[in-house]
């Protein structure tokens, strides 16, 4: 029985930086196969076509270069628990930052110019690296593992849009799983529930009873797609639940006022 989590656990470094790489190109190529026809697509990401989106991937993985670029902080001000509230805080910036750059620039060549970049920029870093970010300065492994996250949560959104084209990097769909399994147990702490996302990821959570042995009287399981795509809100906990994408045994099993975790 895994413990409660009272943090987001550790990520190996290396593992993390070869997650990011791997990811990003697989976006790059399917990128650079798109159709004027195919970046003008709705996404489900509001009022974004599939330009706006690719805008936005080429800001995520531009701001590892450009941070680094930067004079390296004094010390760390932001853990990995502490930076799902504080993405919360940008949407509108967010929003504005990929339909300017969407507007301004060609997105193949957009994204292709952040890829470059990315592999030059991590060349030689340190892991002890402190990295100044819009939130404040982060451990570039942290770091690295909020941009696995939001490649990954993106690449679904891609694939959303315009078909499965983009093929999903195993350690990056299991970092992803896995720190936002980590964010539900720190949001509601407890563990009455067990939430299990095979093949990566059990955490507890909610107040109540614990049990100690044997089967949880609460558990929630479900697919790492399904639970990305609820944990940031692409779909929600009733819809899943009647797709039988989520099962959910147990009175407390039920985590429609815990979702979505990211915005």
């Not at 001000?77 to 993405?87: G, H, I, Q, V």
């Not at 750059?101 to 402190?130: K, M, N, S």
């Not at 049990?211 to 399904?226: A, C, I, K, S, Y």
Request: proline content about 8%.
């Amino acid at each position: 029985m895994p413990p409660a989590s009272k943090r987001v656990r550790s990520f190996d470094p290396a593992r993390t930086r070869a997650a990011v790489l791997t990811q990003y190109r697989h976006v790059r190529a399917a990128v650079g196969e798109l159709t004027p026809e195919q970046l003008a697509e709705p996404t489900r990401l509001g009022a974004w076509t599939v330009r706006e989106l690719v805008a936005h991937l080429s800001l995520v993985l531009g701001s590892v270069a450009r941070n680094l670029e930067l004079p390296e902080p004094a010390r760390q001000e932001l853990t990995l628990d502490a930076y799902p509230a504080a993405t919360s805080t940008v949407a509108g910036a967010v929003d504005t930052s990929a339909r300017s750059t969407a507007a301004e620039a060609d997105a193949e060549e957009l994204f292709a110019r952040a890829a470059d970049r990315v592999e030059e920029a991590l060349a030689g870093v340190p892991d002890e690296r402190i990295v100044p970010t819009r939130f404040g300065a982060m451990r570039l492994p942290d770091f690295l593992v909020t941009r696995v996250v939001e490649l990954v949560v993106h690449t679904d959104d891609l694939n959303d849009a315009i078909g499965p084209a983009v093929p999903m990097d195993g350690k990056a769909l299991a970092i992803t799983t896995r720190f936002l399994a980590d964010v539900l147990a720190l949001k509601a702490p407890g563990g009455a529930v067990e939430v299990r996302v095979p093949p990566y990821a059990v955490v507890q959570c909610v107040e109540g009873p614990r049990h100690t042995r044997g089967t949880p009287p609460n558990v929630v399981e479900t697919d790492p797609l399904t639970w990305l795509r609820l944990a940031t809100g692409r779909t929600d906990w009733a819809a899943e639940l009647g797709a039988a994408k989520v099962s959910a045994s147990g009175e407390r099993a039920d985590l429609t006022e815990l979702l979505p975790l990211l915005g």
